[in-house]
């Protein structure tokens, strides 16, 4: 490959990249879509690696679209091929063998696993889990490890934790603050998921620093901050993502943490867009820029992006932090702001009933509500998500929220109306 | 597309759409049988009451579903065609991102079985069950111009042709 023209140019197969594919095949039938990535496979999903790794899923169903998915919107694929720089001006894209001239282009370029600056954090059996072949690595590691230690508690800790559990490994968790989850739920919250873990035979330690990753070759363990050795054959890294800004801040565009756009999501480079996990947008909820390293919101930039590099003009409403997560019948979901640290300014609103591990919270800033947490009981959880977004003012029957029959029936009437009742 | 709608004033709030929905649901396809069997037939219907008014919810099959983007298992799908937004159980994870992402909580969990269930419009029936059988003729099964506009969800496209400025 030399020399290459394309109408839309798109760097990332995954969810961002392929959501704008689809969008932009909605408007535009014609126009010649490459897609570039660096890894050379079909889509598939990485929030299912955890179930992948558990055996609920094999090969064909990691896949998130058919294999034909290319073929069937003429997509022009180079996989295995990795975007070097970009000409915003020339309006080309550099790859390791050619370039390519674009007239759109999509910067879905994702985001990295953080690797913590540890000693041994290189050794054999020290995984994170982002890619197919993390998952498949971690596969093949249980085959001979028996302890597995997870260095952070968020989403993707505990859920490769319950798969490896159900694996038949014996799982310790280490996390630095002193609850599990704790950039998504309050302590109250996380205590519960804590003691459900811990009554199957997980063993959470909070409050420490994994100061070392302990072994010559291989992995044997983790020492702690208070000099504790803790036995390990399998490591996994569980420490956040970050954004792969560096194509684009070496090539003019603008970067904070994440790729900057605007409200259509374009960057500020025309005919530029961003979209997923390397796009900082406006949080809904947090009222401010942020990042949202996260499937359903890469999703909906990725829709959004591809309807515009074909053409429209759609506003994009912001990006919101959402999660969801089950393990051993306790079900959980957190959106949004969910442990403000100004209380002054918020409204907190809670349900609690122990014996049945339920712990409802709702977060309210003037009236509006801007987080959740659901843990036991998250039937109809999008209620919430959908009046956060919307902003609803639900001050009128604020205490009916966390009931068991709220619905769209308790909302005003002209709201309930736009939304259903009329055509 | 043809889609269910409630109609509140007529509700009364009785549930047998909820009934007739879990059965057309079951196996045996028999309100006598159905609710005995395991796991037991989930209603994809809701009728949500207050004080007197009541309110029979099913899947909008939405025109941008938020649950369709939300999917981690690509099991979601929308069909070009008849519009009907359909979950592919056997990709279905059991997840509940879909459950969290849909405004109009018309996804419910299923019993006992990892998989979110929601209306599909009685592919097997001659029209909907909840429709069906509802008294009081409450719920009708019609094509209506203008479709249902999702709580949050992305504005249309904007009429006028501003130009686009980047603001960060």
Known sequence: MAKQKTDYLIIGNSAAGINAIEAIRERDKKGKITLVDQEDAPVYSKPLLSYYIAGKVDDEKLLYRPRDFYEKNEVVTLFGQKATAINPKQKKVFLDSGEISYDQLLLATGSSPIFPNLKGVHLKGVFVVRKFADAKGILERTRQARDVLFVGGGFVSLRTAYALHQRGLKVTIVVASDQLLSRSLDLEAANIVRTRLEQKGFKIITGRDVTQIEGREEVEGVSLDNGELVKAQLVVIGKGVRPNVSLARDSGIRVNKGILVDDYLQTNQKHIYAAGDVAETFDVAREERALNALWPNATEQGHIAGLNMAGAKRKYAGSLGMNSLEFFDLPLISMGVTNPYDKEDFEILVKRVPEKNIYKKVVLKKGVVKGAILVGEIDRAGLITGIIKEKTNVSAFKEELLEEGFGLIRLPDSLKKEKILEP | ?168
């Open chain 2, 1 to 168: 597309m043809r889609k269910i709608y409630p109609k509140e004033e007529y509700c009364l709030g009785c549930t047998l759409c909820e009934v007739y929905c879990a059965v057309e649901h079951s196996r045996s396809k028999n309100i006598f049988k159905a609710f005995k069997e395991t796991p037991s037939p989930v209603k994809r219907i809701l009728v949500e009451t207050k004080n007197h008014d009541a309110l029979a919810l099913s899947c909008r099959h939405c025109d941008e579903p938020e649950c369709m983007r939300a999917c981690i298992a690509g099991a979601i799908t929308k069909d070009k065609e008849t519009g009907v937004v359909a979950t592919d159980y056997d990709k279905c994870v059991g997840c509940w991102m879909c459950i969290m992402a849909c405004s109009f909580g018309a996804i419910r969990r299923g019993s006992g079985e990892k998989i979110a269930l929601r209306c599909d419009l009685c592919p097997d029936a001659a029209e909907p069950a909840c429709v069906a059988y509802c008294p009081n003729e409450a719920l009708v099964y019609e094509e209506r111009e203008k479709e249902a506009v999702r709580v949050g969800g992305p504005k249309k496209d904007e009429e006028e042709e501003e130009e686009i400025l980047f603001d960060g």
